[in-house]
């Protein structure tokens, strides 16, 4: 499966905003009593290690945290965003933004935490076990990672790594299964429930603010070097348009995540009610932008002549956020996502 991002990190317009604004802020638990996934309250006053040990199956073995962590590592972005949801701030992450600047989703959340800046390690040559095990960590988050492979037997010495039961997990668990396996091991049960409730909640709130969205199909399109990908395939999990009402076209059966690209004289099969491409590689992409919009078929599409089309951004992290979602970036996509798509079911 090809996606949608260079960087290393393997949703009526104004009202609808306002709206969100108020629903969404961010989704991190604080301070408030709520029922665990076992639907048992959470004791306001019980001890630090109340519910410990934690043990946890993963795909090498298994993993026991016997106290409740206090010191956070983490090993991805995902690992990351599932801290600072939880309202941990870890005490070392990966670079993921090599300098550049950090998406908007995860500084609001590191705002509220008032973390300032996250101390990184350099990933570009991979994990740095060294720094990692320098800052003595309680625990090390690996729900994300796709070098846990080769990671595993060098964090475990460091500390317990809570990672997937199934190596096949590193690409096919929803970030909501990710958080609440993490949340176990954290001791945060009712807060990652509480962070997916209140995602769920606002997905809700801006659907019921755009019933226009309910049954119109879509196709949502990458642009990659090598191909077009048809990525609103059949199999692929139901993401944020499904979330705000859009359904999948008939095509999109023709289409996995092994066989997704779209040829030049088939363009036609990106037709729907709604059609939506990002660029990630600009001009380096099969098509530029100007090729493919000028392009004499592509121009041809109901949805392209009638205005029902609409280019996501790939610069403010729409595009990546999209194909990689998380306890962050869950809510931030429904918030970007809802006026775009609002815009092009109107064929504005």
């Given at each position: 499966?090809?996606?949608p991002i260079t960087s290393r990190r393997p949703a009526r317009a104004l009202a609808a905003v306002a709206a969100l604004a108020a629903c969404l802020g961010l989704l991190t638990a604080c301070g408030e009593d709520e029922a665990d996934d076992k639907g048992a309250p959470a004791a306001s006053g019980a001890p630090a290690t109340a519910g410990f040990p934690v043990k946890l199956p993963n795909a090498w073995g298994s993993t026991e945290v016997k106290e409740k962590p206090v010191k956070v590592a983490t090993v991805s972005d995902g690992d990351t965003a599932i801290a600072l949801a939880l309202g941990i701030v870890p005490v070392i992450t990966p670079d993921v933004e090599d300098g550049g600047e950090v998406a908007a989703f995860k500084q609001r959340a590191i705002d509220k935490l008032g973390a300032g800046e996250l101390k990184t390690y350099d990933?570009?040559?991979?994990t740095a076990y060294e720094d990692i095990a320098a800052e003595e960590p309680d625990v090390i988050l690996g729900m994300g990672s796709w070098s846990m492979q080769a990671d595993y037997a060098k964090l475990t010495p460091i500390a317990p790594v809570v990672t997937f039961t199934d190596k096949?997990?590193?690409?096919?668990?929803?970030w909501e299964e990710r958080l609440r396996t993490a949340a176990r091991a954290?001791?945060?049960?009712?807060?990652?429930?509480?962070v997916i409730r209140d995602n769920d909640r606002a997905a809700k709130a801006a659907a019921a603010a755009h019933p226009e969205f309910k049954g119109k199909t879509y196709t949502y399109a990458v642009v990659h070097p090598e191909q077009v990908s048809f990525m609103s395939y059949a199999d692929q999990d139901p993401g944020p348009f499904e979330r705000l009402g859009f359904t999948k076209t008939g095509k999109a059966r023709g289409y996995g995540p092994d066989k997704n690209g779209v040829s030049l004289e088939n363009l036609d099969q990106l037709d729907a009610d709604v059609l939506l491409v990002t660029y990630p590689f600009g001009d380096k992409g099969v098509l530029s932008?100007?090729?493919l919009e000028g392009n004499k078929l592509f121009r041809s599409l109901g949805a392209v002549k009638n205005k029902h089309f609409a280019v996501l951004p790939s610069e403010n992290s729409l595009a990546t956020a999209i194909a990689y979602p998380d306890a962050l970036s869950a809510p931030w996509v429904t918030e970007q996502l809802t006026p775009i798509l609002a815009k092009a079911v109107a064929g504005e």
């Open positions: 499966m090809h996606h990933d570009t040559d991979g096949k997990h590193a690409d096919t668990l929803t954290l001791g945060r049960t009712a807060e990652a429930e509480k932008p100007k090729e």
